[in-house]
């Protein structure tokens, strides 16, 4: 019965085919990603920690979505580097879980944060003068407080999900761990374990249906005001875009799943890893460069006499 306990480790089959070349080319564009990654969003929590002015609901969910996105490429990157620096591609079954829980946060809390900052832009536009009332500060805790429960309730009925049965397969066509490869993995699958992850995707699906409700709402307030207008363009462009860029890097990682027969190992690959990689390198830019208040500060740091006399 050896063959259907937990093992000690779980391999990584989908760099085999991978040529020193490609993985010296690949660590390179990967390292460079996640240090890029690391500085844009660790500006920008910083930027709004100092600056009392930016101490707004706004900005706050906004810090709290870079965090979310340090913690979900940090919970890809160093496993992958390591990965394309050696061959056994190994990883030990505990890293594993501790990986999946971490990456089903990320994109179960990609989703609570820009609903939640969806609602915030809904209020101040739609219910201006409302604005300081509806968001008081124990709103915003509350709501920060759901940005994070949600996503670790998520994580860990998944995790739970995983564990339900033993494995009888250890070796993983993916450069991540996530619930899904686990279920794969698994000696059998029983009607609690769809019904569980159906759940799971509902409820994604319900926040994607609420973050596109909201916006419907706000467009078409915005149709009868040109303040209401400028207030879009300034505040809410921003997050459009950063929902647009997770739901389609959601999708292609999806749509791969199925297409991996008919794709080649490395574009397989790649596609599966968007959604931990693009997202939190372009959010912190888009934010950076649309909303006022945030690239006012970056110039004003920029243009600060310490800096130019390094």
């Known amino acids: 019965m050896h063959n259907i306990s937990f093992p000690h480790f779980l391999t990584v089959t989908v760099l085999n085919d991978w040529d020193w070349t490609s993985r010296i080319i690949f660590f390179s564009f990967a390292l460079s990603a996640y240090l890029l990654t690391i ?7 910083m930027i709004i920690a100092f600056e009392k002015a930016l101490h707004e609901p706004m900005y706050i969910f906004l810090c709290n979505l870079c965090v979310n996105d340090l913690c979900g490429t940090t919970g890809f990157y160093p496993r992958a580097l390591v990965y394309l620096l050696t061959e056994t591609n190994r990883i030990s079954f505990e890293e594993c879980i501790v990986q999946c829980l971490a990456i089903v946060m990320y994109a179960t809390g990609e989703f609570t944060n820009l609903s939640v900052m969806a609602v915030d832009r809904y209020i101040a536009i739609c219910q201006p003068l409302r604005y300081h009332s509806i ?10 407080t759901f940005i994070w429960i949600f996503p670790f309730f998520i994580g860990v009925l998944a995790i739970s999900l995983a564990l339900k049965h033993p494995l009888c397969r250890y070796d993983m066509n ?3 761990c996530e619930h899904l490869t686990l279920l794969n993995l698994a000696c059998k699958q029983d009607i609690f374990q769809g019904i569980i992850n159906g759940f799971i995707y509902i409820s994604k699906a319900v926040f994607f249906v609420f973050v596109l409700m909201s916006y419907l709402k706000i467009i078409l307030a915005c149709r009868k005001s040109k303040v209401n207008r400028e207030k879009f363009y300034s505040t809410c462009v921003p997050h459009l875009i950063s929902f647009m860029i997770t739901t ?13 027969e008919t794709l080649s190992n490395i574009a397989s690959t790649f596609l599966s890893v968007i959604i931990l990689t693009f997202p939190p390198v372009v959010n912190p830019v888009i934010y950076g460069i649309k909303l006022g208040p945030i ?16």
Not at 248 to 258: E, K, N, V
Not at 295 to 310: E, M, T
């Open 39 to 45: 500085v844009l969003n660790a500006a920008l929590i």
């Open 135 to 144: 968001m008081s500060p124990f709103a915003v805790r509350s709501l920060v």
């Open 174 to 176: 993916r450069l991540f």
């Open 248 to 260: 389609c890097g959601l999708s292609d990682s999806l749509l791969t799943r199925f297409k991996a």
């Open 295 to 310: 690239r006012a500060k970056i110039l004003y740091i920029f243009k600060s006499p310490r800096i130019n006399n390094l």
